[in-house]
């Protein structure tokens, strides 16, 4: 008999549980492997959904997102799942607007989008290096409008990612480069204030002795015109600078640049008059005294003469900031204004006191001005000519082209030409054409805008029926 031994020895049945194992976890791998598949199928299916309602030119509802957001985000929880960046790149872009969940959602994607990519510097670089030639490919596809924004911003999410991971590493050597790049980002990457004021927040804090704030409130003053949210945003971050920099000529300009934003709220078409009120109160206190101290230090203007980047000192700019706050936004008392009708006479815009107003800056090049002039005629036509008056101010350069413009379009009303670089125009905050001011008879202006939307018609309307009212 042979002796016994005491080491293992196989078996049939170690052999058999060996392979119920080995089964049981490769059976265990193809069910992830088939839940990863069917997650991206989920989203894919939206995505073909969501570019068939397009092409139909958005007949029916808009294709549930729900499903497809629930199956994203269990592909980026999914460890080295193979469609981790389709999945955090389309929570970046598909949700907001549409989902229920639409902000958080696009953090999710952004989080682990970051994650993925990590701090590297090399993906910004490769960015930098190719966004030209990459935006030109797509703007020379054959593609909808709507499209190529989306591919356009597809661009930008990885690098994003990488400068946001960037930033999340303490004495990163690109901390600030990383930081700058999501400043710019107001001009490339739709809806994404977050992304600017983390840039600009960073900066503040992490390097005091910062030197190029100009520039940096410049950029954010474009950001913050691109919804009420990210205005809100923009101007917390502008009053932050305004009363913690340690630079006077950065506070200063913070305080331009937040006054400015709080002028524009001040003609917003549904604002109250005790809330119109408050927020010039607001913008006058801001801009009143912004450049004591530093009154020479240059500002560099989106708007100078002729509507033109320009430079103006900080004494300046602030001059005429808090006269277009007191006497070019709804609720002002409009300042006198001379011009030169198309016979050469001067004309006085106290010459219409009494009457109902319609100030209507154009030009012959601008094609929305020429749009809305049915608009003026029909106006013209149905009001009382002693009770209401429209104004076409023109700006183009040479006075022949209004003439010759005139033989085939009409403008049968009161016409001045002031040219291109105009003191008017200037007076009056004049930034975009067209621009509409609607003035009352004792020369308030009861409204602004830049279209002749049915509810600023409506006003125009009102306005006079409620002046032929009085007694």
Not at 313 to 331: D, F, K, N, P, R
Request: aromatic fraction near 8%.
């Amino acid at each position: 008999m042979p002796p016994r031994t005491t080491g293992p020895r196989p078996t049939l049945v170690g052999a058999a549980l060996f392979l119920v194992c080995l089964f049981a976890t490769l059976g265990a791998v193809d069910t992830i492997a088939g839940a990863a598949q069917h997650d991206w199928r989920t989203v894919q299916s939206y995505l073909d959904e969501e570019r068939a309602w397009r092409r139909n030119a958005k007949e029916g509802a808009h294709p549930e997102i729900t499903g497809a957001v629930a199956a994203a985000k269990a592909i980026i929880a999914t460890p080295d799942h193979p469609k981790t960046t389709d999945a955090a790149m389309f929570l970046m872009a598909y949700p907001p607007g549409v989902s229920p969940t639409g902000e958080a959602d696009v953090i999710a994607g952004e989080q682990a989008l970051a994650a993925h990519v990590g701090p590297d510097w090399s993906v910004l670089e490769a960015f930098l290096a190719t966004v030209g030639e990459g935006m030109s490919e797509i703007a020379a596809e054959d593609l909808s409008d709507h499209e190529k924004l989306r591919r356009i911003d597809a661009l930008h999410y990885r690098p994003i990612a990488a400068a946001i991971a960037i930033l999340k590493v303490d004495g990163h050597p690109k901390t600030r480069e990383a930081a700058e790049l999501l400043v710019s980002m107001y001009n490339m990457v739709r809806c994404q204030t977050r992304y600017v004021i983390l840039g600009a927040e960073t900066l503040r804090a992490r390097f005091p002795e910062y030197d190029d704030w100009p520039a940096i409130l410049l950029f954010l003053e474009s950001c913050g015109r691109t919804s009420s949210d990210a205005a809100a945003a923009v101007n917390r971050f502008y009053e932050t600078m305004a009363v913690e920099s340690a630079d006077p000529a950065v506070r200063g300009i913070a305080r331009y640049y937040l006054a400015q934003a709080l002028k524009r709220s001040i003609n917003a078409p549904r604002t109250t008059q005790e809330d119109r009120e408050a927020t010039r109160r607001s913008a006058l206190k801001w801009a009143t005294d912004l450049s004591a101290g530093v009154e020479e230090v240059k500002l560099n203007l989106r708007y100078g003469p002729g509507n033109r980047p320009g430079v103006a000192s900080l004494a300046q700019a602030e001059e005429q900031l808090v006269h277009s706050i007191q006497h070019a936004t709804v609720g002002g008392q409009i300042p006198e204004v001379a011009g030169k009708g198309l016979d050469g006479m001067e004309e006085k815009l106290s010459d219409f006191a009494g009457k109902t107003v319609l100030v209507d800056f154009w030009a012959t090049w601008c094609v929305p001005c020429i749009a809305g002039l049915p608009d003026l005629r029909r106006l013209n036509a149905d009001l009382p000519a002693d009770r209401f008056a429209t104004l076409s101010i023109s700006v183009d350069e040479h006075l022949e082209t209004v003439a010759e413009f005139h033989k085939n379009e009409p403008m049968p009303w009161s016409n001045w030409h002031v040219g291109n670089a105009s003191d008017v125009a200037r007076i009056l905050d004049v930034r975009g054409y067209p621009t509409y001011l609607l003035l009352d008879g004792q020369g308030l202006i009861r409204g602004r805008s830049g279209t002749l939307s049915d509810r600023f018609l409506s006003l125009v309307r009102n306005t006079v029926l409620d002046a032929g009212a009085q007694p």
